[in-house]
């Protein structure tokens, strides 16, 4: 039988305690504010976002190439065979097409 990996990015919302609870890798997209930047839900919570949202709409970006690499070959290093990466719509973010190209590197 095989093990799946799984990857799910922050922008999907899912909550912290459900990545934890149901062992999914959590990858971060990069919120930035004038100030500071943060790896969604790692270097900052809703509460502070949200508060920071009041004075100043911030940039996001994706993870970086590294990151995502990263994330995969620590799954596969957990005893995954195959990895799923759910991200937001490739619409929306790039997220998606760099994790397709970072999944066939």
Known sequence: MSKLGLIIDTACDVPKEAYQKLNMAMLPLWVHFSDKSYRDLIDIEKDKFYNLLDK????TSTPSPTEVKEAIDKEFASGADEV???TVSSG???VN???NLAAAD
Not at 56 to 59: A, L, R
């Open 56 to 59: 100043e709409i911030p940039k």
């Open 84 to 86: 799923l990466i759910i």
């Open 92 to 94: 929306l973010s790039g």
């Open 97 to 99: 097409n760099l994790s």
